[in-house]
Nanobody, 124 residues
Framework: QVQLVESGGGLVQAGGSLRLSCAAD????????MGWFRQAPGKEREFVGS????????YYADSVKGRFTISRDNARNAVYLQMNNLKPEDTAVYYC?????????????????WGQGTQVTVSS
């Protein structure tokens, strides 16, 4: 079992940056691949990116590639989402999620554990 808590969301102007954090409670955190998803009002939950259990490999949605970076610190049981050059269309609630196994999964249904989400709002 892994409990996840996101933080770091807020209001930022277009072109700005935010760094989201996801803290995990669980001694087996380092054995899980981690993903970030987002959900805008009236839309489906959307894959943002993911990172392998070791942190050595990442996988991103085309919409954020080159602007967002995922990293993790297994010693701190944490995963991060650095978001640069933010756009109004990035506005959403952002969730971190965990799954055993590989990280090349972009479907929310393939992740077992979820945080409560943190709101990111990008103004134009």
């Amino acid at each position: 079992q892994v409990q996840l808590v996101e933080s770091g969301g807020g209001l930022v102007q277009a072109g700005g940056s935010l760094r989201l954090s996801c803290a995990a409670d669980g001694r087996t955190f380092s054995s899980y691949a981690m993903g970030w998803f987002r959900q805008a009002p009236g839309k489906e939950r959307e894959f943002v990116g993911s990172i392998s259990w070791s942190g050595g490999s990442t996988y991103y949605a085309d919409s954020v590639k080159g602007r967002f970076t995922i990293s993790r610190d297994n010693a701190r049981n944490a995963v991060y989402l650095q978001m640069n050059n933010l756009k109004p269309e990035d506005t959403a609630v952002y969730y971190c999620a965990a799954r055993p196994g590989d990280h090349y999964r972009d479907s929310a249904a393939q992740y077992n554990y979820w945080g409560q989400g943190t709101q990111v709002t990008v103004s134009s």
